[in-house]
Structures are given as C-alpha cells and as structure tokens.
C-alpha cells in the first residue's frame, strides 16, 4: 500500500516536471504544493492553516509541525522535499 503511494507521488512528481519542461505553466503546479495536495488532504484542508487558534506561529514550529505531520502519514520525502512544502505553506498561508 505504502508502496503504491509512494509510486503515484513519484509518478505526479515527474508529470510535474514533464509539464514545465515542455511549457505548461510550472507556477501553477509548485513542487511543495503538489507534494502537500498528495499526501496532506485527507485529516486536514488548507483552511486548517489560516483559523484563528491556529497551533503554528513561527517558521521554526512550521518545519517542525511539518516534519511531525511528515512523519505521521509517512511521507519519504527528504530534507529538500520537507522544506519545499514549507515555503508552499509559509508562502499561502502562514507568510512568516
Ligand atoms: C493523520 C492525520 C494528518 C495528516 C495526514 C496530516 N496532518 Fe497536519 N495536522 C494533524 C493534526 C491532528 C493537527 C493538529 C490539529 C489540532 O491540534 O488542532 C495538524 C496540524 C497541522 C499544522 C498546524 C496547523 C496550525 O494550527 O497552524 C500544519 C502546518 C500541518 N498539520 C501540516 C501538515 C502537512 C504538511 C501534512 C502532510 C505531510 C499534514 N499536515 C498531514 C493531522 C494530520
């Protein structure tokens, strides 16, 4: 199971990069947003980020809940591929 979903991010990621290469808008498919849609949907949506008692109210506890939530859906992403989705995240919704 675990494998398969590892596969079909993997098989997103290069569609990803096949889109840019070949001219399809690559701003609209960033690589942290792509990662996030795939693997962090299912307990929480966006809006998670932006109410009000929100849990985060750093970049250091950004990476940190990151890397935690990371974990708990058991994402392999590395180092590179985690603070991708930070900066998505940073970038739409948190603006550290
Ligand atoms: C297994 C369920 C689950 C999945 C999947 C999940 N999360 Fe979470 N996430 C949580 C829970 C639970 C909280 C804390 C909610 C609370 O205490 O109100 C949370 C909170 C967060 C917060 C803090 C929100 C705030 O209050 O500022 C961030 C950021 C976050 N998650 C990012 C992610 C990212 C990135 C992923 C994908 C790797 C992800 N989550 C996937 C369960 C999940």
Known sequence: MRQWRWLSMRCAVLLSICLSVSGVSAADLPYGKL?????????????HYTRQQRLVHSLPELRKRVAYCRDDVGAEWDAAETEEVVQYLNTGYYRF
């Open 35 to 47: 990662l996030h849609d795939t693997e962090c949907l299912t307990c929480h949506k966006e809006t």
